[in-house]
C-alpha cells in the first residue's frame, strides 16, 4: 500500500472544526488583553531594559543589518540586507547575490514589528522617520512585480521556485514565512503610527497568496516554516473590527480570505505525498527527491506536495499530533498560530489540540528556565524527559513558546499558562541579550564549560525575535473579559481598564522579582461591583510546574489583603477571584515568599538525577565560574538554609544567593549564585552551572 493513498484528499479537510455552530460571537468570545500603550510601565526591574532596548538594541539590530558592524566599505555593502530590496526593486533576478539567508527578509520584518511595539508605547519620530525609509525600500521591491510577490531570496537566486515550486526548497527558501512577518509588520506599524504604506504592501501579498493557496484549483503550499498563522488571523481582525480602514488601502480587501488561509494553513499539514521519508532517507538524499520534483509524479494525485516532516510540523495531520515535534522555533509558532485561530473559531478540535501540545510541553519537554529544544541536530523537541544540561534551548523557540503561553491564556483564563510566561520572560528570554544591549546569544545551556555571547551572527534571528516579545510585554501584565479584570504579571504599571461599563484605574508598584510585596490601586470612575482575579503563581503555592516535571521545597505561605483585611487565598485555576464593591483608593496587597528554594527533575528525568537548581520568586539562579572556585568539583549541599542579598552595583542591581557546596576535598565552602540571564557578562567565556550536583 502506497502512504499517499492513507491520506485523506485536502479539500475535505479545509473547514474542519470551522463549521457555523462552532464559532461564538465575538464580544463573548474570549479575555481580551490590554494594548501596549495602554499600559505606562514604571518598574524598577524592566523600565530601564524597555529603555535600553527602544534606544540601543533596535539601532543596534538595524544597523547590523545594514552591516555596519563591518568596517571595510566594500564588505559592508554585501552584508546590507536593505540593499536586497534595491535590487529587487532596479528589477535584478537570478543575479546569484544576495546579503544574508533566505530568511533575512523575515527577520527584517520581525524587526520592524518589535521596534513598532516601542513606537506605539514611546512615540520616537527619529526611529519612525528610520523605519519610513525601510518601508518605501520594500514597497519599490514588491512594485517591481506585478502581482505584489516579494522575497528577496528567491527572485535574486531562483526566481523560478517561487514557494518552492519547480523543485525549489520552501524549507531553505521561507517565502511564506517571510510573507507572514511582512503581514505582521504592516499590522504594528499601523497600529503604532496609523500609517498605511507598510499595511497596503502587505495587504497586497496577503490577497497574491489568498489568490495562489487553497484547495484545488489552488496550489497545496503551506508554511514550511510556520509563523504566518497568526499574522493571517491578525490581519482579519484588524479590518473587519476596522472596516473604515479598507477605503485607505488602495488594494481590495476581503479580511475573511485571511482567515480562510490561516486554516488552509493549518488544517492542510500532513495532507501530502508521503515522501520524502526524512526520518528513514538522509536529509541530502530528501532534498534531492525534492529538488527533482519527484512529487509531480502523476501517482500522486493533482493536489499533493512533498512533506516537509516532523521537522516542520507536517509529517501527520496537526490535529492528530499527540506530542510537540520538530524545529522549536517552528513548533511554538505553529501552535501560537492554531491557538490564535482557536480564539476565533472555539473549535474544540482546535482546542484540543493546542491544549494537548503545551500540556507535552511543558509537562514532559520544557527546562526549568522556560527553554525548549533539547536536541542540537534539527534545533528540535526532544523525547519525553529528555532534558540534558547541555540542551541548545534557542532563545528564537523560548519566544516561541511565551507567546504560545500567553494564546493560551488569552483562549482558557487558566493562569498556569501565565506562570509559564513569567518563567520564560525572566530566565531562557532575558539571558538571550547582555546588559549593555548589544550582544546575544542563540543557544542557552544550562551547563556550559565555555558559553559567550556574540556581536552578531550568520543567522541573526534571535535579536529580532527578542525585540519582538520584549516590546510587547506591557500589553500582557493586565486583561479584562465582562465584568472580569485579571492581573497575570508583577510589573510596576498604571492602566486604565474596562469591568463592564466601569473605567477602572490600576496603578502596581512592585519591586519584583526582587521582592515579594506587590501593591495595587484600585481607582474606579464610580462605585462598581467587579472581580479581581490576581494570579498566585505557581512556583510561589509549592507547584513548580503544573504536571511534576519540577518541584521544589517552598514552604513560606503567601498573603493577600484588601483595604488591610486579610483574603483567603485559594486560587481557581492559579487566580484568586475578589468579587465586591470597589471604590476609589482600595488598595490590594499581595505577599509573596522569594525566599531561595531548591528545585529538583522529576525521577523520570534520567538526564539530571543526582542534581539540583537553585530558584528564587520567578528567577533561575546559577554559579559561574568566576565567583566559584573549582566549580566542576562542588556537590550543593541543599539541606542547609540560603541567604540572598540585593546587590545593587553587580550586573546593574540583582539579588545574590548564597549557600553551602562540598568541593572535591569534601570540605564545606560557600557559593555565590546569581541569576541565569545574567551570565556571561563579566568574563568571556565563563563556565557556569544552573544544575547542580548534590551532596
Known amino acids: 500500500m502506497k502512504i499517499h493513498t492513507l491520506l485523506l484528499p485536502a479539500l475535505a479537510l479545509f473547514g474542519a472544526g470551522c463549521s457555523p455552530e462552532n464559532k461564538v460571537d465575538n464580544e463573548s468570545r474570549n479575555i481580551e488583553f490590554q494594548k501596549v500603550n495602554e499600559v505606562k510601565v514604571q518598574d524598577a526591574f524592566w523600565r530601564p531594559k524597555f529603555e535600553q532596548w527602544r534606544q540601543v538594541t533596535a539601532n543596534d539590530v538595524l544597523d547590523k543589518f545594514e552591516g555596519k558592524h563591518i568596517h571595510d566599505a566594500k564588505e559592508c555593502k554585501l552584508h546590507d540586507t536593505f540593499r536586497n530590496f534595491d535590487l529587487v526593486a532596479q528589477g535584478k533576478r ?23 511595539d516601542f513606537i506605539s508605547s514611546n512615540p520616537d519620530a527619529g526611529m519612525e522617520k528610520r523605519l519610513d525609509g525601510y518601508i518605501d525600500r520594500i514597497a519599490s521591491a514588491q512594485a517591481s512585480e506585478t502581482d505584489g510577490y516579494i522575497n528577496t531570496y528567491t527572485q535574486l537566486m531562483e526566481s523560478d521556485h517561487r514557494w518552492g515550486e519547480n523543485g525549489g526548497m520552501l524549507r531553505w527558501q521561507h517565502d511564506v ?30 490577497n497574491m497568496m489568498y489568490d495562489t493557496m487553497g484547495p484545488e484549483p489552488k496550489k497545496n503550499v503551506v508554511p514550511a516554516h510556520s509563523g504566518p498563522e497568526e499574522p493571517l488571523v491578525k490581519l482579519y481582525w484588524l479590518y473587519k473590527s476596522n472596516p473604515e480602514l479598507k477605503a485607505k488601502i488602495n488594494v481590495p480587501v476581503k479580511e475573511d480570505n485571511y482567515y480562510e488561509l490561516a486554516k488552509f494553513w493549518i488544517e492542510n499539514r500532513g495532507h501530502h505525498c508521503g515522501y520524502p521519508l526524512w526520518g528513514t532517507w538522509s536529509n541530502p538524499v530528501a532534498e534531492q527527491w525534492i529538488r527533482d520534483a519527484k512529487y509531480n509524479n502523476p501517482e500522486y494525485g493533482t493536489h499533493l506536495r512533498p512533506t516537509w516532516g516532523d521537522y516542520a510540523q507536517d509529517s501527520i495531520p496537526v490535529f492528530q499530533q499527540q506530542t510537540i515535534e520538530g524545529h522549536a522555533v517552528r513548533a511554538t509558532l505553529l501552535a501560537t498560530g492554531i491557538a490564535t485561530a482557536a480564539l476565533e473559531n472555539q473549535s474544540p478540535e482546535y482546542i484540543n489540540t493546542v491544549q494537548r501540545l503545551w500540556d507535552n510541553m511543558v509537562g514532559r519537554r520544557m527546562f526549568v528556565t522556560g527553554g525548549v529544544g533539547a536536541v542540537h541536530f534539527d534545533e528540535k523537541f526532544g523525547e519525553d524527559y529528555y532534558l540534558p544540561t547541555d540542551a541548545y534551548l534557542e532563545t528564537c523557540a523560548a519566544v516561541g513558546a511565551g507567546f504560545f503561553s500567553q494564546r493560551m491564556n488569552e483562549l482558557t483564563g487558566d493562569a498556569k499558562y501565565m506562570d509559564e510566561l513569567e518563567r520564560v520572560m525572566y530566565n531562557n528570554v532575558l ?32 535579536p529580532p525575535m527578542f525585540l519582538k516579545i520584549v516590546s510587547a510585554l506591557p500589553g500582557f501584565i493586565y486583561s479584562h473579559k465582562g465584568n472580569e479584570i485579571y492581573i497575570n504579571l508583577f510589573i510596576g504599571s498604571e492602566t486604565r481598564i474596562k469591568a463592564g461599563k466601569t473605567n477602572v484605574q490600576l496603578k502596581q508598584e512592585t519591586n519584583y522579582p526582587w521582592d515579594g510585596a506587590i501593591a495595587l490601586s484600585v481607582n474606579p470612575e464610580k462605585e462598581s461591583t467587579f472581580t479581581l482575579n490576581v494570579r498566585i503563581p505557581g512556583w510561589a503555592r509549592g507547584i513548580e510546574n ?82 566559584n572556585n573549582d566549580l566542576s568539583d562542588l556537590k550543593l549541599e541543599t539541606n542547609v538554609p540560603m541567604s540572598m542579598d540585593y546587590n545593587p552595583g553587580l550586573l546593574n542591581g540583582v539579588n545574590v544567593v548564597k ?20 551570565v556571561g557578562n563579566r568574563t568571556e567565556g565563563n563556565p557556569y552551572k544552573v544544575w547542580i550536583p548534590v551532596k
Open 177 to 206: 514565512y517571510n510573507a507572514g512577518m511582512l503581514v505582521e509588520a504592516g499590522i504594528h506599524y499601523y497600529n503604532a503610527t496609523g500609517k498605511t504604506k507598510l499595511l497596503e504592501v502587505a495587504t497586497r501579498f496577503a
Open 94 to 116: 537570478d543575479i546569484n547575490e544576495h546579503a544574508g539567508a533566505p530568511w533575512f527578509d523575515g527577520l527584517v520584518y520581525e524587526t520592524i514589528r518589535g521596534i513598532s
Open 546 to 627: 503544573p504536571y511534576g516535571l519540577y518541584s521544589s521545597n517552598l514552604k513560606q505561605s503567601i498573603e493577600l489583603k484588601v483595604n488591610g483585611e486579610l483574603v483567603t487565598v485559594d486560587p481557581q485555576n492559579g487566580y484568586v477571584a475578589i468579587n465586591r464593591k470597589w471604590a476609589k483608593g482600595d488598595k490590594v496587597e499581595l505577599s509573596l515568599p522569594m525566599q531561595p528554594r531548591v528545585i529538583k527533575a522529576n525521577e523520570a528525568v534520567d538526564n539530571l538525577k543526582g542534581m539540583a537548581a537553585i530558584a528564587a520568586g520567578p528567577i533561575v539562579y546559577c554559579l559561574e565560574g568566576c565567583d
Open 431 to 462: 539571558t538571550g541579550i547582555s546588559l549593555s544591549g548589544v550582544n546575544y546569544t542563540y543557544q542557552n545551556p544550562l551547563n556550559a564549560e565555555k558559553h559567550g555571547r556574540w556581536e552578531w551572527h550568520d543567522c541573526p534571528c534571535c
Open 659 to 678: 549557600g553551602k557546596a562540598l568541593n572535591a576535598k569534601a570540605q564545606e565552602v560557600v557559593v555565590s549564585a546569581i541569576p541565569y540571564y545574567a
